[in-house]
C-alpha cells in the first residue's frame, strides 16, 4: 500500500488509485484495532463523487481514524482504500491546523500550494483567502490568530490546491455563529465540483450541508446511505405537547403509557414525547393527557431531525 | 471551480498587496532561522568565543598576576602562542556552539511533535527526503557558516593581538571540526525525526554526541570516533599530523550519510 524506498521513503501510505472507480473513495473491510477495541473494524465506506458526505458518530466511534487511514497517515491492519484520484488531489484540513506561527496567511497558503499543486498561479491564493474569508488579513502572522481564524486558513490551504476531495475535520467547531454559516454555505456549494468528506459530532450541520451519511459508532459503520433516507427510515416519531400547567403530572402520565419511549421538557410547559407509533400516539396521547388533568395549549407533531435519527440508530441497533 | 470564482465583495482582497512571494520547503527554512531570530543564537557563541578567546590568551599573564599577588602565591604565565588563541575559540565555540546548533536542529526537525502541522506537511510533501534535507541542510549551514566567521574573526584578531596562526592548520582545522558539526547534526536529525519533542530531541542527541568521547578512551577505537574532530583544530597548530584524523572524518562521513537515512525513515515511520 506504501511506497518505501529508503531516500523517496512516502510520507503517506498510498491508496489504490482507479480513474475508472464509481466512487470518489471506498473502503472494503477496513480494519485498524488498537487496545480496548478501538479503531475501526470491517469499514465498507462508499463516497459518491461530487457528494457531500458526512460521517458522525459519537466520541471515540472511530471517526478520526476511519479519516487518517483513507487519507493515508496510518496504515489499516486489513481491508483496503482505493481513491478515485491520487493523494496529491485530496486535501485534508485538521479541525483547527496547526500553522507555523511565524508565517503570514498568504505565506501559509502559498506553501500548501507550492507543496500540492505548484503549476497553479500564485494569485489563486488570495483568492482562496478572500474566498475563505480571510481576504483582510492576508499579510498577517499566523501567530496572532483566533482558532476560528486558523481554522480559515486552513481551509485557504486546503482549496488553494483545486482538490477533487477535500476532508473536513470539525470544519466549525472554533467559528462564531456567522462563520459557521458561511463555512456551511462554503461547503454546500462546492458540491458538485468536488468530493467533500465533512467529520463532526455536530448533526446539524451535516443535517444541512450533506446529502450521504455515515453513522459510526463503536469503530463500526451502522448506516450509509442518503442523508434523507436516513431522517426517512430512522426518524422516531414524536410530539410536542405545550402545557398551561401540569406539567409534572403530564410527565409522569406519558412515561407510564407502553407506547412512550421518551419524555425530555426543554423548557418550562414543553414536553417532547417520543413513541414507538404514530398511531398510538394519535389515538393515546389526548387522553392520557386528559385524564391527569393537564391544561393543554397545543400539541404538534415533531419537524424528524438528524439528531432524533442518530439517536434511534445509535440506541438501538446492536453492533453488527 | 468555486475557487476560481469571484470573491464576495464584503471579503474583498488586500488591495495594496496583491501578489505573494512564492514559499517553498527551503526558504521556508531560511524564515525559520531569520524570522524567529533563532541565527542570533547560533552565531552569539561562536563570535562570543572568538571575541574572547585571543583577549584571554593575551592577556592571561596579567590576569593571573592580578589574582596570584593577593598572597604570598606568584602566578607566572607562558607567553601565548597563537595556537593559544586559537584553542581559546574552538575549545569553548565547539562546545556551547554545537549544543546550540543541536538546539536548533531538534525544534526545525522533530516534524512529528505537532501532530496537526504534521498532517499539512505529510499530506502535501511527496518523499520524506523532501521534507528532512532542507530542515538538516539549512541548520547545519548555518552553524558551519557561523563557525567560519568565528574562526576568521579568532583568526583575525589572534593576528592583531598574538601573530598570525599557521594558516593552513587552521584552514585544516576548520574543514575537520565543521566536519564534526555536520555529523552531530546529523545525528541530531536522526533522533528528532523519532522523538515525540524538543525537548527528548536534545537530550537523546547530547547524550549520543558525549558518549562518543567515552568510546574515544578505547584506545582501539580512538582515532575511528568522530568527536576526535573536534580536538582537531587546536592538535593541528600544535604540530599533529592531518592523517591521524583521517579515519574518524571517514566513519563521520558515512554515519552522516546513516544518520540523514535514518531521519528520512523515522519521519516516514510515525503514524499520526
Redesign the interface.
Known amino acids: 500500500m506504501s511506497v518505501r524506498t529508503p531516500l523517496a521513503a512516502s510520507l503517506v501510505h498510498r491508496p489504490a488509485v482507479d480513474p475508472g472507480h464509481p466512487w470518489a473513495i471506498s473502503t472494503a473491510g477496513l480494519t485498524r484495532s488498537y487496545p480496548g477495541g478501538a479503531g475501526v473494524h470491517g469499514v465498507d465506506l462508499l463516497v459518491p463523487r461530487g457528494s457531500v458526505y458526512g460521517i458522525v458518530g459519537p466520541n471515540g466511534a472511530g471517526k478520526t481514524t476511519l479519516l487518517s487511514i483513507v487519507t493515508g497517515l496510518r496504515r489499516a491492519d486489513a481491508g483496503s482504500v482505493t481513491t478515485a484520484v491520487p493523494v496529491e488531489r485530496i486535501a485534508v484540513c485538521p479541525d483547527v491546523p496547526d500553522l507555523e506561527p511565524w508565517l503570514t496567511a498568504a505565506e501559509a497558503v502559498d506553501l500548501a500550494r507550492s507543496l500540492s499543486a505548484p503549476h497553479l498561479p500564485a494569485a489563486r491564493v488570495l483568492e482562496a483567502l478572500s474566498h475563505a474569508g480571510l481576504g483582510d488579513a492576508a499579510y498577517r502572522r499566523v501567530g496572532g490568530f483566533s482558532r476560528g481564524m486558523r481554522q480559515r486558513v486552513g481551509l485557504a490551504a486546503a482549496l488553494v490546491t483545486d482538490p477533487e476531495i477535500l476532508v473536513l475535520d470539525e470544519p466549525t467547531s472554533a467559528l462564531d455563529p456567522a462563520g459557521r454559516a458561511g463555512m456551511l454555505d462554503l461547503i454546500a456549494g462546492m458540491a458538485g465540483d468536488r468530493t467533500v468528506i465533512l467529520s463532526t459530532h455536530i448533526l446539524a450541520d451535516v443535517e444541512r450541508v450533506a446529502d450521504t451519511i455515515g453513522v459510526l459508532r463503536d469503530g463500526r459503520l451502522l448506516y450509509q446511505g442518503a442523508t434523507a433516507d436516513l431522517l426517512a427510515d430512522h426518524a422516531r416519531p414524536g410530539w410536542t405537547v405545550r402545557l398551561r400547567d401540569g406539567q409534572d403530572r403530564a410527565r409522569t402520565a406519558l412515561e407510564d403509557q407502553p407506547w412512550v419511549t421518551r419524555v425530555t421538557s426543554p423548557a418550562r410547559g414543553v414536553l417532547h414525547v417520543d413513541v414507538t407509533s404514530a398511531d398510538s400516539a394519535e389515538t393515546g396521547l389526548v387522553p392520557a393527557l386528559a385524564a391527569c388533568g393537564a391544561r393543554i395549549v397545543a400539541i404538534e407533531p415533531h419537524t424528524a431531525d438528524l439528531e432524533t435519527a442518530f439517536l434511534s440508530l445509535t440506541t438501538t441497533r446492536e453492533n453488527p | 471551480?468555486?475557487?476560481?470564482s469571484r470573491?464576495?465583495s464584503a471579503?474583498?482582497?488586500?488591495r495594496e498587496?496583491?501578489?505573494?512571494?512564492?514559499?517553498?520547503?527551503w526558504r521556508?527554512e531560511w524564515?525559520?532561522l531569520t524570522?524567529?531570530r533563532r541565527w542570533i543564537g547560533l552565531a552569539v557563541p561562536f563570535l562570543f568565543f572568538a571575541c574572547t578567546g585571543p583577549l584571554l590568551a593575551r592577556y592571561a599573564d596579567e590576569l593571573l598576576s592580578a589574582v596570584g599577588t593577593a598572597g604570598n602565591i606568584t602566578v607566572q604565565a607562558t607567553a601565548p602562542t597563537p595556537a593559544d588563541a586559537m584553542d581559546g575559540y574552538t575549545g569553548n565555540a565547539l562546545q556551547l556552539g554545537l549544543l546550540a546548533a543541536l538546539v536548533l536542529a531538534a525544534a526545525a526537525l522533530t516534524v512529528n511533535a505537532?501532530?496537526?502541522?504534521a498532517?499539512?506537511?505529510?499530506?502535501?510533501?511527496?518523499?520524506?527526503?523532501r521534507?528532512v534535507l532542507p530542515r538538516w541542510t539549512v541548520v547545519t549551514g548555518a552553524a558551519v557558516a557561523a563557525h567560519s566567521a568565528g574562526t576568521a574573526l579568532a583568526v583575525y584578531e589572534t593576528g592583531i593581538l598574538i601573530g598570525l596562526p599557521d594558516i593552513p592548520a587552521v584552514l585544516t582545522g576548520w574543514a575537520l571540526s565543521s566536519l564534526y558539526l555536520v555529523f552531530a547534526l546529523a545525528v541530531t536529525a536522526a533522533v528528532a525525526t523519532c522523538a515525540r519533542g524538543t525537548l527528548s530531541a536534545v537530550a537523546v542527541a547530547l547524550a549520543v554526541v558525549l558518549a562518543l568521547p567515552v568510546l574515544a578512551a578505547i584506545p582501539a577505537l580512538e582515532p575511528w570516533v568522530p568527536s576526535a574532530l573536534a580536538g582537531a583544530p587546536a592538535a593541528l597548530l600544535q604540530g599533529a599530523d592531518t592523517g591521524d584524523y583521517l579515519r574518524a572524518a571517514l566513519v563521520a562521513v558515512l554515519a552522516t550519510g546513516a544518520a540523514l537515512?535514518l531521519a528520512?525513515?523515522g519521519?516516514?515511520?510515525r503514524?499520526?
Open positions: 471551480m468555486t475557487t476560481t470573491p464576495p471579503l474583498g482582497v488586500h498587496a496583491t501578489t505573494v512571494r512564492p514559499l517553498g520547503l521556508l524564515l525559520r524570522r524567529t505537532r501532530p496537526t502541522l498532517v499539512f506537511y505529510r499530506t502535501r510533501v511527496p518523499s520524506a527526503a521534507l537515512l528520512v525513515r519521519v516516514a515511520r503514524e499520526l
